[in-house]
């Protein structure tokens, strides 16, 4: 069993920045691939960034490709997105999720863990 914390959410003006966290509960964290996710009302859930065991190969989703960086420091069990030049449209609920079997993989089904969520809103 995995336990994900998500922090870092809140109300920022477009063109500014957010740092999102997610700190796991896993002794074997560097056995996990890991992904950010996110959510908009009425809308599914869409794939953000991934990053694999080591942290040497990441991938991102279109909408947010040169804008956002995901990374992992696998001695403090954590995975963060920075978050720059952020558009209305980034607007979401913001989730966390490690993959138990493999990494980098764009499909949600595809995660074992999920962490409950951080609100990020950006004002126009």
């Known amino acids: 069993q995995v336990q994900l914390v998500e922090s870092g959410g809140g109300l920022v003006q477009a063109g500014g920045s957010l740092r999102l966290s997610c700190a796991a509960s896993?002794?074997?964290?560097?056995?996990?691939?890991m992904g950010w996710f996110r959510q908009a009302p009425g809308k599914e859930r869409e794939f953000v960034a991934t990053i694999n065991r080591s942290g040497g190969s990441t991938t991102y989703g279109d909408s947010v490709k040169g804008r956002f960086t995901i990374s992992r420091d696998n001695a403090k069990n954590t995975v963060t997105l920075q978050m720059n030049s952020l558009k209305p449209e980034d607007t979401a609920v913001y989730y966390c999720a490690a993959d138990r079997y493999y990494s980098g993989r764009r499909d949600s089904q595809a995660y074992t863990y999920w962490g409950q969520g951080t609100q990020v809103t950006v004002s126009s």
């Open positions: 896993a002794r074997t964290f560097s056995s996990y691939g």
